[in-house]
Nanobody
């Protein structure tokens, strides 16, 4: 059974930083692309960042326009963990952040391309 468990959310002031973690189990982690999405109240789920696996040994990072230059996605295959380092946080970054996994090598920003999801972690940025 595949499980994705996020952690690291919380309350932070604008301009601050947080690092989210997502630990995966029940899958061969290195063979999955990993993504982060977020959803604010009353809004659609939004792509944040992804690491796409090329089927070999490389992973390619992609970012949503609203977080480029501020967020950094990384992974540690030895720990079955993907991270999202969030810097220069803004109140508009407030949302529930979800980790997702995909076996599709072409998947990047589409939520429907991801087959497994975590339960989410709340990030609140105060002004």
């Amino acid at each position: 059974q595949v499980q994705l468990v996020e952690s690291g959310g919380g309350l932070v002031q604008a301009g601050g930083s947080l690092r989210l973690s997502c630990v995966a189990s029940g899958l061969t982690f290195s063979r999955y692309g990993m993504g982060w999405f977020r959803q604010a109240p009353g809004k659609e789920r939004e792509f944040v960042a992804a690491l796409r696996w090329d089927g070999g040994s490389a992973y390619y990072a992609y970012y949503g326009d609203s977080v480029k230059g501020r967020f950094l996605i990384s992974r540690d295959n030895a720990k079955n963990t993907v991270y999202l380092q969030m810097n220069s946080l803004k109140p508009e970054d407030t949302a529930v952040y979800y980790c997702a996994a995909t076996i599709l090598r072409t998947a990047v920003a589409g939520p429907n391309e991801y087959g497994y999801w975590g339960q989410g972690t709340q990030v609140t940025v105060s002004s």
